[in-house]
């Protein structure tokens, strides 16, 4: 990389050559949910399940602006998946819920679990369910290989539920450069 170079009393000197090294250096993790296809248990005629896992970070709970998945009028346990076309290891997720005070609503509760090539299950380890409006819920748990991921949300009576946006990670890797 090229650079000006001043001197100390910051006249420019010129262009310097620079090199820039980094040996074993912590690569930032890759949101897996990018590569994934989402599907879910509903989704209302206007909305888009896609939205889960498009990429745009939502500026509130409330964004009516962007894409997003809502399962208005349905209630009770709705689901939205992740599938990869092949085994992902994944040891963190962060969910953005919907919330647009017309009737979809924060979960009441809500849990991740991973397909084990027979069933869904519970994903072990895991640090906790957040729920708080306008920010991204992190959630970590014991580094999992799957194919599948399903974020469960089980909504308020007779509110709905909806996400505007998922990331999955997995562990940190170094590399050698």
Known sequence: MRVLATNASGAKTGLTEVKIFNRGG???PANLATSATASASYTSPWENVAAVNDGIDPPSSNDTVNPRWGTWPETGQQWAELTWPSAKTIN???????????GI????????QYWNGSAYVDLPGVSGYPLARNQYNTVTFTPTNTTRLRML?????????????????????????
């Open 26 to 28: 912590v690569q930032p």
């Open 92 to 102: 963190k997720a962060e969910v953005y819920f919907f919330d647009d005070d017309e």
């Open 105 to 112: 609503d924060l979960p009441a509760s809500w849990k991740l």
């Open 153 to 177: 949300l089980t909504g308020n009576g007779t509110d709905s539920v909806g996400l505007l946006e998922t990331k999955v990670y997995g562990p940190t890797t170094t590399s050698e450069r």
